[in-house]
């Protein structure tokens, strides 16, 4: 059974870098992409990113100035970084299994998500 | 305008069909997929590649799209179903990801 779970501070001061980690489980992350989707309260699900194992990466046109997604494939966890926080970055962060083929992008497995708060 | 418009809110009786919209007009060339979310937790995917369905996934959820449309139907809807439902896809460039708004279905 694949297992994602993310971890990481659940408070981060405005300006500063939110920094998430997805320890996967169950699956070799050297197959599949892995991906970053969040969720402001009461909003809707927002992509940020994804990686495959070798590093190759898709980034959302409009955060991708803020954001660094990486994969540590021994240590199977991946990893988000989202630069100079505001209150809008505040949301559910998830990490979630991606497939990628052409036309068909999806996401079939998720963590059970984080509460990432910006505030000073 | 949104990559994917959904109606914000959809309502059925128990044993009802109901049929959850998306429009996009990238649909005629990408896939559509729809997750079910309910409160607390995280998304589930229902279907995907347009009208699949994941092992684990009752029979009664079903998918299809036709030109700018995709539609999840859910038959004999049961009170269990009462959740969020998001369709996602690929942009107009055929690079990124996108998300519907999500459709709040509500079960009378």
């Known amino acids: 059974q694949v297992q994602l779970q993310e971890s990481g501070p659940g408070l981060v001061k405005p300006s500063e870098t939110l920094s998430l980690t997805c320890t996967v489980s169950?699956?070799?992350?050297?197959?599949?992409?892995w991906s970053w989707i969040r969720q402001p309260p009461g909003k809707g699900l927002e992509w940020i990113a994804y990686?495959?194992?070798?590093?190759?990466?898709n980034y959302n046109p409009s955060l991708e100035s803020r954001v660094t997604i990486s994969v540590d494939t021994p240590k199977k966890y991946f990893s988000l970084k989202l630069t100079t926080v505001t209150a809008a970055d505040t949301a559910v962060y998830y990490c979630?299994?991606?497939?990628?083929?052409?036309?068909?992008?999806?996401?079939?497995?998720w963590g059970q998500g984080t509460l990432v708060t910006v505030s000073s | 305008s949104p990559e994917l418009t959904q109606a914000p809110s959809v309502s059925v009786s128990p044993g009802q069909r109901a049929r959850i919209t998306c429009s996009g007009h990238a649909l005629p060339e990408q896939y559509a997929c729809w997750y079910q979310q309910k409160p607390g937790q995280a998304p589930v995917l229902v279907i995907y590649q347009d009208s699949e369905r994941p092992s684990g996934i009752p029979e009664r959820f079903s998918g299809s799209s036709s030109g700018t449309k995709a539609t999840l139907t859910i038959s004999g809807v049961q009170a269990e179903d009462e959740a969020d439902y998001y369709c996602q896809s690929i942009d107009s460039s055929g690079t990124y990801v996108v998300f519907g708004g999500g459709t709040k279905l509500t079960v009378l």
């Open positions: 990686i495959n194992y070798s590093g190759s990466t």
């Open positions: 979630a299994r991606g497939v990628v083929k052409g036309n068909r992008k999806f996401f079939d497995y």
């Open positions: 169950g699956d070799s992350i050297s197959s599949n992409y």
